[in-house]
Nanobody
C-alpha cells in the first residue's frame, strides 16, 4: 500500500514557475517507477515526467528543458520544478507510483491531484 499526496499547485502568469511536491508514504518494496502525469479539461491523462529503475528520467517532449523531476529519498518526497510555464500547461497534475506484485501484476497508485493554472 502506497499513499501519495500532492501540493504546490496554484495560479501563475505565463513564464512563471511552480514547484510541485509529492509526499509519499507506505511500502515501497514493489515500486519500480514514480513521477507525474497531468490532465487538462477534455483531454486524456498524459505523462509529464517519471523516474524508472536505475533513476532514468523520462520527460514529455512538451516540457523538456522547462520541467525537472527530482526527489529527496530521506524525506520520501518527489518534486516537479516547473519553469517557463505556458497556458497550455494548465491541468490537474497527479503524482503516481508504479508497482509490480507477483500475485496480481502491475498496479498504479495515484495522488489526489493538484491544479496548476497558467494565465496569459
Amino acid at each position: 500500500q502506497v499513499q501519495l499526496v500532492e501540493s504546490g499547485g496554484g495560479l501563475v502568469q505565463a513564464g512563471g514557475s511552480l514547484r510541485l511536491t509529492c509526499a509519499a508514504s507506505g511500502n515501497f518494496v514493489s515500486i519500480n517507477a514514480m513521477g507525474w502525469y497531468r490532465q487538462a479539461p477534455g483531454k486524456t491523462r498524459e505523462l509529464v515526467a517519471t523516474f524508472t529503475r536505475g533513476d532514468v528520467t523520462n520527460y514529455a517532449d512538451s516540457v523538456k528543458g522547462r520541467f525537472t523531476i527530482s526527489r529527496d529519498d530521506a524525506k520520501n518526497t518527489v518534486y516537479l520544478q516547473m519553469s517557463g510555464l505556458k497556458p497550455e500547461d494548465t491541468a490537474v497534475y497527479y503524482c503516481y507510483a508504479g508497482a509490480y506484485y507477483s500475485d496480481i501484476g502491475g498496479h498504479d497508485y495515484w495522488g489526489q491531484g493538484t491544479q496548476v493554472t497558467v494565465s496569459s
